[in-house]
Antibody, heavy 119, light 106 residues
Framework: EVQLVQSGAEVKKPGESLKISCKGSGYSFTSYWIGWVRQMPGKGLEWMGIIYPGDSDTRYSPSFQGQVTISADKSISTAYLQWSSLKASDTAMYYC????????????WGQGTLVTVSS | DIQMTQSPSTLSASVGDRVTITCRASQSISSWLAWYQQKPGKAPKLLIYDASSLESGVPSRFSGSGSGTEFTLTISSLQPDDFATYYCQQYNSYGTFGQGTKVEIK
């Protein structure tokens, strides 16, 4: 069974750094792109970016380029999303998800990590 | 950037109704479109990929159609478990989601 298990909820202050994680199991972690999706409170889904853990090739949505960093450690089947300086507007639920068997839809999803940024 | 526009934003329907949600792309995306269902407090769930392929385990009352710029998700007979928010997503170029359609109980 494919599982993506995300790290727990975080409460941070503006200006702080943060790295959240997504651990994959039940499939070949290095063979499928894995991405991150933002959902701000009461709002819709936003595609942030993706990484191919096999070679760390990374693509970002123009809206998120320079705002976050996506990385992966294939030795522990884990992908990461990180911020160097959080803003209140980064408060959101963040989901990881991996690409499907046949094309670039998100087939399996993590449970989500709630990030709250408040002074 | 490719923009995705869903309609309606909210839909009120009764159990047993046939429901159709429309998604329009700002440029042609061939058949590179997926539909997801999201319930409150839960992660999205894949329903349809490549515009019309039903994901394994998804009830056959869900179907998708379309190509190019216009797509539809149809629920043939709405069930109590189907009251949720539905999103389309293009994956022709990166990935863009529609704004969502909330299906409410009438």
């Amino acid at each position: 069974e494919v599982q993506l298990v995300q790290s727990g909820a975080e409460v941070k202050k503006p200006g702080e750094s943060l790295k959240i994680s997504c651990k994959g199991s039940g499939y070949s972690f290095t063979s499928y792109w894995i991405g991150w999706v933002r959902q701000m409170p009461g709002k819709g889904l936003e595609w942030m970016g993706i990484i191919y853990p096999g070679d760390s090739d990374t693509r970002y949505s123009p809206s998120f380029q320079g705002q976050v960093t996506i990385s992966a450690d294939k030795s522990i089947s884990t992908a990461y999303l990180q911020w160097s300086s959080l803003k209140a507007s980064d408060t959101a639920m963040y989901y990881c998800a991996n690409y499907g068997d046949y094309s670039e839809y998100f087939q399996h999803w993590g449970q989500g990590t709630l990030v709250t940024v408040s002074s | 950037d490719i923009q995705m526009t869903q309609s309606p934003s909210t839909l009120s329907a009764s159990v047993g109704d046939r429901v159709t949600i429309t998604c329009r792309a700002s440029q042609s995306i061939s058949s590179w479109l997926a539909w997801y269902q999201q319930k409150p407090g839960k992660a999205p769930k894949l329903l349809i990929y490549d515009a019309s392929s039903l994901e394994s385990g998804v009830p056959s009352r869900f179907s998708g159609s379309g190509s190019g710029t216009e797509f539809t998700l149809t629920i043939s007979s709405l069930q109590p478990d189907d009251f949720a928010t539905y999103y389309c997503q293009q994956y022709n170029s990166y990935g863009t989601f529609g704004q969502g359609t909330k299906v409410e109980i009438k």
